[in-house]
């Protein structure tokens, strides 16, 4: 065989398996994931709920969830702080025994300057308590211009703290983009269709993981 090809197909080969290993670590571990069956539920405000979409019908969980072909339990409440979402965790989530919780809260909390620091310890709590009941948890980040970056990334290192599944900033690149937004805060129809399109991947990846069933594409 010519040296000269050995060479670099020894180099391509190498950084390809390079490439695996990273794509295989770079996944932390979570939490729960996989310990149990049960259903995704998502705990939220507005944006959960759909606010700006269609009829308040066609939000990004909707959308999420006709993606996967999978049930989204959606316990999104217009107005809820994360204080709101704390006080209804046990009734409206942890009692359907999830496998899954998704935390999407925080931004009310810093649109009517409540402390972060006691924002960041009920979003931690929710995590443990829900942790503490068997499900892996998924922390949706919110910062899109509504806080700065600094308490952006703590939704980062409360979720890494915790071995939770984490997505930052799920209001990047709609926020503050008019084609994008029915009003100053909310999404409309294509910003949520957005927000569902980056959504997928990690939730679909993270289905595998729990060895839930998905249809085929």
Request: aromatic fraction near 4%; charge should be positive; hydrophobic fraction near 45%.
């Amino acid at each position: 065989m010519n040296r000269r090809l050995l060479l670099p197909t020894a180099f391509l080969a190498a950084a390809l398996l390079g490439l695996l290993a990273w794509r295989h670590c770079a996944w932390p571990p979570i939490r729960n994931l996989g310990a149990r069956p049960g259903p995704i539920v998502i705990l939220g405000d507005s944006l959960a709920a759909g606010v700006g979409s269609r009829g308040g019908q066609r939000g990004f969980v909707t959308r999420l969830s006709e993606k996967l072909g999978v049930e989204i339990v959606n316990r999104g409440v217009s107005g809820n702080s994360t204080q709101d979402g704390l006080e209804r965790l046990e009734t409206d989530v942890l009692a359907l025994k999830p496998a899954l919780v998704i935390l999407e809260l925080g931004g009310n909390d810093f649109l009517r300057r409540m402390d972060p620091d006691q924002t960041f310890a009920n979003l931690e709590t929710m995590i443990r308590r829900s942790q503490q009941e068997g499900a892996a948890v998924l922390v949706l980040g919110v910062r899109g211009g509504i806080l700065g970056r600094s308490r952006g990334d703590r939704f980062r290192e409360v979720a890494r703290r915790h071995q939770a599944a984490y997505v930052p900033d799920i209001l990047d690149g709609v926020f503050a983009h008019p084609a994008l937004m029915a009003d100053s805060i909310h999404p409309n129809d294509a910003g949520h269709e957005k927000i569902a399109a980056r959504l997928e991947p990690v939730l679909r990846r993270l289905l595998e993981k729990m060895e839930q069933p998905l249809p085929s594409r």
